[in-house]
């Protein structure tokens, strides 16, 4: 009745720390199968059906195209299946990807992200990862690349989720019991203290209340683990708070886009110890921008066309930064 | 099983607006009166009954001192009784009150916030009103010397919540009816839309997600009704939030202090129209001191010695400020 | 959002005891209105409309026609309308009832069964009376006749409290006070401890447990209360149950016809005393009776055609018991 | 959090059929945890910390003493330490056990019971099954000696869940993931259709609802699935039920005792087909008695001095049956 859930359900019971995540984490599944998005992600795995005979021997997941499969495995009309699912399937956000040889050219280059943080945090082997806001799961798969022992990771969205699963199934049984991506929302979560490392990347802008966002990251974090935050900043003291007026680079939900130091300060206030800035980047078009599986607005259009140091609205252009933090030991 | 809270519960039974709030308010209360708040509520009610007898006839609800009965009404050894009793439920946050010509000294004199606001503010005559963050119940005394037709206050603490019982039980049923003090929070609150007017004062800077307040007041406003909004304040610009990086003025729960631009700008991303500035006033030794029922700290002690407009963490001292903003009509 | 219940959920908060009610009946008022049977039963609210200025100031409520008004109140036009809608609210299994001098003629001739049992029981003035299954409420009205201060009825079925509403809305303010039907089921019934006298009257046969309704209806009783329970019956000594093997006069429903001394037996044994059996009496194709207003199938139609004293099935025909028994005084 | 029922947590995440019940059990198991039933279990969990050290190598399922490991291979301290245990864990209803050498008398010869029923039931081998009202689990072991899949028992009681798990940490673990034991009620079940044969032995005289036991009984069973019920039972026909008026042999929690025919028909009422009684016979006492592990009172005590063919209250004394009933299939 969980399906395809069951087999973290079973990973949940049998682990003493996320056991406790039982006592809700089967009704939000029930709900989630029931509700309008649930009735989505069922006509989805509908698609996923046809890809139910491959299986990908060979895995890359330390490379920009994070790939599965070799083109020589599938017949030609399986390649034209593929491509075909692609365009069922979009908008594709995240990636790249490359599956069986049919490359998927999403809306970020996401590896791009991956580079610029994978140097200055903790090193992921053998850690257990909450990965919160993880649209379609690309970087989860570049985290089981670095070595890590589990990887969980949480988006409300049935089509993430679907493309997701769409790899998910291709893998080996014993990856495939390493790796989980849940429909949910934060909020939906316990305070399970079971992860190693926390990412929330894009997420924290999204929030009404960063406050309670930081407060639920690191409920989840084990003692001494590590938050990997990366999010929006504008320039400006530890005072300075950016709370658009109306829409942000055309996004109607932004309402926090802080200073590099009132974050930092806000983190320190949240309790978190060992604040660090470890990068900062203006967004480009090289690495945001649409392709032939995203086929709307992207960030070229979001931004002045004069001058791409403003959104369209005028606020600055969207500057990204990452942070590590820690949660205190015992 | 919900005394003294029953006659509210009848009030909302009969009126259509007020009546979904049954689907929790009597469950909340429960779980209130078997909380030990609850317990604590009890054994304040056990104090209030050597005042069982009391009757007041004559009631002054529009001068600084909020005033019930008069001194000749009660006997001497009553007169003791009271003041005894006035000592036995410490501290005394907000007043003055005069009862049966006992006064009670409050630390704040909150007529003088009172005369600050109600120039700027709709008139309250005929109006249904919420007090949210209510304390002891000064202000919606004078809401009810203003005219109001109904006002209801919350506040979750029980001492409040008995001494506002203190008084209310003495005066005539007829205006019993109409003020009710209920021992809960905000969020405990739902989507009502029930209200004229809104009083949010001195709460908002407590609250972890400014956005997540200013969205529940907004929906116990009727369509057109009017928020007045009291909190701490400093110098900035559109952008600029001061996060204590610990405690200010000794107080540990201090989460958001705007600048009077960087509030407007978000009541109006709220969704409040018209919004206003009504008054900005730092706040005095005059206004909020040490008295005989409030013996513990006061401002005096929050501010630098050597200057008082530095708090004794060297942020800016206390500045205050009213706004009012109205929700959007039909 | 609770109309037409909001005058009784304000009778409950005002009293000390039915007032725990209202940790649940809101939320199951809430719920009925939003299921299929609620959605129902606001279309009848619909036809109910038409008689909106109806004004019933004469009653009589201590004869077989249980009446509210006169002929000549109303007009031709009027007296033609109530037929029709008397014809649109079909089928009527209690009565008989005149409205306005229009008689509804219904399939069980209530007063029968009320003549045979009132001169047993306790006299019903100034008593508070719950009435469970209480179908349209014709039962409810006489219980007023003798004087009740309270009379609450309940029946889930949206039919019969449309029924029930048609009359009510006509009678004076005061009246409609006193007398409520809810479109619940007894297991939403939480213990109430509050009622004088429990009427259950053609409901033990259809529960598929006899205990947990005895007991249901113990837990409705002030101590020392009167229950009286009206049920089927069958010959036999105190070990004899009859449990049909399927249908018992071609109802589906039934599970539990027990001897008169095998009942008497079970109201002890759920701590029951005093308890009496006031009647027993065959049912009679009078008392029971297919008509203009209930043109299914009647007693006839469920009788052995060759032999009135069996069923069609074989068993003993209907034999009706009334029994009285108190809950133990404090 | 769950320990130790984890491991049928994770048994169930992964049973397609089961794991609808992860919607209510890890809250039924916290639940039980912190009642003071739980506290109890967690008070008898520490004296079960002795025995952590034994491992039985060698079973023995298949006779009246259910046996784990042999004498010889713990040391004459641990002999000792397990007889103290065992009185530690009086009373033991249901047995009897021998746990490495060390006998457990229990009150009832249970063998005797199973050896009546075990020739009368669809063999067990390979079947997966549920025992409602398991006491301390002693028909469990002889049903996996049987070759059952998997076989679930449930019991509210602390201390039989304590005395199940002595003997389950001692087996080795491919066994210990087919046998469980979960303190809990049978309301407690959601509806799972998923066991081939459900065991109910001495539960339905206990209960106040014979109708709504077998129901629940048959909502676990698959289709086609096999009722075992065993249940006390008296003389007469059809239509006869005994509901003792106090006591019966001293129990004062009995409800239902049919006679044969009675029975036979409720089954088939509620739906069940090929109802078969397999065995029906007086209970001795040979095979109910006093022992030194059980040393309060016992059959004996219940019947009449004078008459071992009444109970002490003049009821015919207690004859058991057995029944078999197989639930319609698709």
């Not at 049919?102 to 580079?115: G, Q, V, Y």
């Not at 140097?119 to 799961?137: E, F, Q, S, Y």
Request: net charge negative; aromatic share 10%.
């Amino acid at each position: 009745m969980f399906t395809p859930f069951n087999t973290f359900l079973e990973t949940i019971a049998g682990d003493r720390q996320l056991s406790r995540w039982l006592t809700r984490l089967p009704a939000d599944l029930e709900a989630f199968l029931k509700s309008a998005e649930g009735q989505e992600f069922r006509r989805y795995e509908k698609i996923l059906e046809r890809t139910r005979s491959l299986h990908a021997d060979t895995l890359n997941l330390n490379q920009p195209y994070v790939s599965f499969g070799r083109g020589e495995d599938i017949t030609p009309g399986q390649h034209q299946m593929l491509r075909a699912l692609y365009r069922e399937m979009m908008p594709w956000r995240k990636g790249p990807y490359e599956f069986f040889g049919e490359k998927a050219e999403s809306e970020w280059r996401s590896f791009m992200k991956w580079d610029r943080l994978i140097k200055g945090i903790t090193p992921l082997a053998g850690r257990k990862i909450l990965d919160v806001g993880c649209g379609n799961g690309y970087h989860m798969w570049r985290m089981l690349g670095e070595g890590a022992e589990r990887v969980v990771g949480i988006d409300p969205c049935a089509l993430f989720t679907a493309q997701f699963e769409l790899f998910k199934r291709a893998v080996p049984e014993d990856i495939q019991k390493k790796i989980h991506l849940l429909p949910l929302g934060i909020e939906q979560l316990p305070q399970l203290e079971a992860f190693d490392t926390v990412f929330s990347m894009g997420v924290l802008y999204h929030r009404r209340s960063a406050v309670d966002h930081l407060m639920q990251l690191q409920s989840q974090l084990v003692p001494g683990g590590e938050l990997v935050l990366e999010t929006m900043v504008i320039e400006g003291d530890e005072q300075t708070v950016l709370i658009p007026k109306d829409r942000y680079a055309k996004m109607p939900n932004i309402w926090y886009i802080p200073s590099i130091s009132s974050l930092e300060n806000l983190l320190n206030r949240c309790g978190y110890i060992n604040v660090k800035l470890i990068d900062v980047c203006m967004t480009t078009t090289e690495e945001q921008r649409r392709t032939e599986l995203m086929i709307t607005e992207s960030l070229e259009d979001f931004l002045d066309p004069q001058d791409h140091t403003r959104t369209i609205e005028g606020y600055q252009a969207p500057t990204r930064a990452v942070f590590t933090a820690q949660k205190k030991g015992r």
